[in-house]
């Protein structure tokens, strides 16, 4: 008997905000696993700003592609229940990640690598930590984190500065920082988030960067400068940040949530000479550089957040067809911490956002 699943599908590139109307949920015959597929009851699925650079006619050069329209949306991080396997090493029951989410069923092929190997089908241990928490500290979220602060060399006495510190990697950032000794600011977009950072998350300092002048504000807490800014806005936020570093000071610059949306490109930084003239590096980069150390961060990650020296916060909707509407929250800045989908059909429940502070015991 055929297993009907259903799919949100892009019908429309959104102008501007991500709108309902821009999608549709469709039902769909799936076809039984063939040899080296499984077939995957999903659970919870990933809702992450980086997807609306994907709900473009083109993506950024490099990036990974556009959603085609009326197509599903393959290349979203989801944690589900293995129904049926005709690939070794997974059988019914395991808990796995892969890359098809926006979907209550997938037929995933277990050896084919997605999202630059992040996404490729993966057994999980839920024994020590809850299931979704493989889409957040414990996944690409965590990697992104963990990467990110490699990649920007940290030191202990740092001073480092986070943007978005109270989203889901850059909440991740901000502990991890502590961890490594960093004298630790982070940056978000309401007082509520604000209190989350200094009261849940123990950063030395935190604003809201909509409370005056960006330069005033970061000035305030930094007075003598910083040493590493932690990029997720781009923007403004950078060129600030570029008159606030010392010499020798390190950008990793992990997304540009600024530039998601806009219209066209906004223009960079005027300020830029100041990278030479500071002796900075400046570095993008992305999880999927990085996924040999997925095992290390998984392993230290899951030591944290039993010690309870890791906390993460999520923003739960219930319901595939929100999934949509998560996003649109998720880019206005309504969220904290890490936002996921939570699959099953709840009617009662559909559509309710939840927020959870989880910390392992």
Same mark, same amino acid.
């Given at each position: 008997m055929a297993?009907i699943?259903r799919e949100?599908?892009?019908?429309?590139y @959104?102008r501007g905000?991500v709108r309902?109307?821009?999608?549709?949920?469709?039902?769909?015959?799936?076809?039984p696993?063939?040899?080296?597929e499984?077939?995957?009851r999903?659970?919870w699925?990933?809702?992450?700003?980086?997807?609306?650079?994907r709900?473009?006619e083109?993506?950024?050069p490099g990036?990974?592609p556009?959603f @085609?329209?009326?197509?599903?949306m393959?290349?979203?991080m989801?944690?589900g229940?293995?129904?049926?396997?005709h690939?070794d090493?997974?059988n019914?029951?395991d808990t796995v990640w %892969?890359a098809?989410?926006w979907?209550?069923?997938?037929?995933?092929e !277990?050896?084919r690598? !997605?999202?630059g190997?992040?996404?490729?089908l993966?057994?999980l241990?839920v024994r020590g930590?809850?299931?979704?928490a493989y889409?957040?500290p414990?996944?690409?979220?965590g990697?992104?984190a963990?990467a990110?602060?490699q990649? *920007?060399?940290l030191?202990?006495g740092d001073v480092?500065?986070?943007s !978005?510190?109270a989203?889901?990697?850059?909440s991740?950032?901000v502990q991890l920082?502590?961890?490594?000794?960093?004298q630790?600011?982070?940056?978000?977009? +309401?007082?509520?988030k604000?209190?989350h $950072?200094v009261?849940?998350?123990g950063?030395? *300092?935190?604003?809201?960067?909509k409370d005056?002048p960006?330069?005033? $504000?970061?000035?305030?807490v930094?007075?003598?400068?910083?040493?590493?800014?932690?990029?997720?806005?781009?923007?403004t %936020?950078?060129?600030?940040?570029?008159g606030a570093?010392r010499r020798?000071g390190?950008v990793a610059?992990?997304?540009?949530?600024?530039?998601?949306?806009?219209p066209?490109? @906004?223009p960079?930084p005027?300020? /830029?000479? $100041?990278?030479?003239t500071?002796g900075l590096?400046?570095?993008g980069y992305?999880?999927s550089?990085h996924?040999h150390? $997925?095992?290390?961060?998984?392993?230290?990650?899951?030591?944290w /957040?039993r010690?309870g020296?890791i906390r993460h916060r999520?923003t739960?909707?219930?319901?595939l067809?929100?999934a949509? !509407?998560?996003?649109?929250?998720l880019l206005?800045?309504?969220?904290?911490?890490k936002?996921?989908?939570r699959?099953?059909?709840?009617?009662?429940?559909e559509?309710?956002? %939840?927020?959870?502070?989880?910390?392992? +015991?």
């Amino acid at each position: 008997m055929a297993t009907i699943g259903r799919e949100v599908r892009p019908v429309s590139y @959104p102008r501007g905000e991500v709108r309902a109307s821009d999608f549709r949920v469709v039902e769909v015959d799936l076809r039984p696993p063939r040899p080296g597929e499984v077939l995957v009851r999903n659970t919870w699925t990933s809702v992450d700003a980086a997807l609306r650079l994907r709900l473009r006619e083109e993506a950024p050069p490099g990036y990974f592609p556009a959603f @085609p329209l009326e197509q599903p949306m393959d290349g979203i991080m989801t944690v589900g229940e293995v129904v049926e396997s005709h690939a070794d090493g997974f059988n019914p029951g395991d808990t796995v990640w %892969h890359a098809s989410g926006w979907r209550d069923y997938a037929l995933v092929e !277990a050896e084919r690598p !997605a999202l630059g190997g992040v996404g490729t089908l993966t057994k999980l241990d839920v024994r020590g930590a809850p299931p979704q928490a493989y889409l957040g500290p414990l996944g690409a979220n965590g990697l992104t984190a963990y990467a990110g602060l490699q990649v *920007a060399g940290l030191r202990e006495g740092d001073v480092v500065w986070v943007s !978005a510190a109270a989203g889901a990697v850059g909440s991740l950032v901000v502990q991890l920082a502590k961890i490594g000794g960093a004298q630790v600011i982070g940056s978000a977009g +309401s007082a509520d988030k604000v209190r989350h $950072l200094v009261a849940d998350l123990g950063v030395d *300092a935190a604003f809201n960067y909509k409370d005056g002048p960006l330069p005033d $504000l970061l000035r305030e807490v930094a007075p003598d400068g910083i040493d590493v800014y932690f990029d997720n806005v781009g923007g403004t %936020h950078l060129e600030v940040a570029l008159g606030a570093l010392r010499r020798a000071g390190r950008v990793a610059i992990c997304g540009m949530i600024s530039e998601y949306a806009a219209p066209k490109p @906004p223009p960079g930084p005027g300020n /830029l000479m $100041l990278a030479v003239t500071k002796g900075l590096t400046i570095r993008g980069y992305r999880a999927s550089y990085h996924t040999h150390l $997925l095992p290390e961060m998984s392993r230290r990650m899951g030591t944290w /957040l039993r010690e309870g020296r890791i906390r993460h916060r999520e923003t739960v909707v219930d319901g595939l067809a929100q999934a949509p !509407a998560a996003l649109a929250a998720l880019l206005r800045g309504d969220n904290t911490g890490k936002t996921l989908v939570r699959i099953e059909d709840l009617p009662h429940r559909e559509g309710v956002a %939840h927020r959870f502070d989880q910390r392992q +015991s």
